[in-house]
């Protein structure tokens, strides 16, 4: 059974259209398995259909209907589906298609992304910029759970700093989620935690770092090398700098929860 994204745009809005398209697509035997608005006035379905040939025929006939206009059929991706269930296609940089964006009024979308790219089987390098505090780490493990996913911070400041020198028992399982914050990794002296993060990063499983761009100073790793870039902002006009963020991952009495120096384990 084949999947498919249409989208269309309404030229002539009258009662009943939308009733006249489900008839047709009845008719053709594809099967609406979601329907919503997407942006600029558009609407997307997501479809079954068991002989594509169908789909097929649904273009035809609808490329001669004044009515609407169909601007998008194929098989879907996961901003087809995410645009679908939230009424909205999310924002992907002009210049660089890997990279995505989002407002803390969007978490919920968010999440939902994350926990997409979660349930993808095999290596995959995510990661998020945003000022302290905007939600990163919260968003990554509500998209583990989402995607029923267990979460391993190999470096953090959520709770306290903390730095992971090993792993133990199931830790090292492909199916987890491995998180690790760029700022404190990068400037972790300890050879042990550098080790089990280039571990990690060969092991076929999903990554998501936090600050990619720190992380990436003075490694052996690039930009280049990540999947997806999440950019997360309070506000679509805040910039996203690293001179306050590495000045309190510099100060011993700057942890999330009132100071607790670094924890190694």
């Known amino acids: 059974m084949g999947e498919w994204y249409v989208e269309y745009e309404v030229q002539v809005n009258r009662p009943g259209l939308l009733g006249d398209i489900a008839s ?28 594509d040939d ?21 098989e879907p991706k996961l901003r087809d589906i995410l645009a679908v269930r939230h009424g909205r296609y999310i924002q992907r940089d002009l210049d660089d298609r890997k990279t995505f964006r989002f407002v803390r009024s969007e978490l919920g979308v968010l999440v939902d992304f994350m926990a997409e790219l979660f349930k993808q089987d095999g290596h995959k390098l995510i990661g998020i910029r945003g000022m302290p505090r905007v939600g ?24 306290k700093q903390t730095v992971r020198s090993n792993l133990a028992g199931d830790e090292f399982s492909k199916d987890n989620i491995f998180i690790l914050d760029g700022i404190v990794t990068r400037k972790s002296g300890d050879e042990r935690h550098m080790q089990l993060v280039r571990e990690m990063m060969n092991m076929p499983t999903i990554k998501v770092v936090e600050h990619p761009d720190m992380f990436v100073q003075h490694s052996e790793y690039d930009v280049e090398d990540f999947d997806y870039i999440i950019e997360l902002r309070t506000d679509p006009d805040e910039e ?10 510099m100060d011993p009495n700057s942890g999330a929860m009132g100071g607790f120096g670094m924890f190694n384990f």
């Open 24 to 51: 047709l697509l009845g008719m053709l035997r594809v099967n609406i398995t979601t329907i919503n608005g997407v942006d600029g006035g558009h609407r997307g379905m997501l479809v079954r259909t068991e002989n």
């Open 240 to 249: 996203i700098t690293y001179e306050m963020m590495e000045k309190n991952n």
């Open 136 to 159: 990163k780490t919260e968003s990554v493990v509500a998209a583990s759970v989402c995607a029923n996913k267990k979460w391993i911070f190999l470096s953090s400041t959520m709770i």
């Open 54 to 74: 169908q789909i097929k025929r649904f273009e035809l006939i609808a490329s001669t209907m004044e009515t609407i206009q169909v601007k998008k059929i194929r």
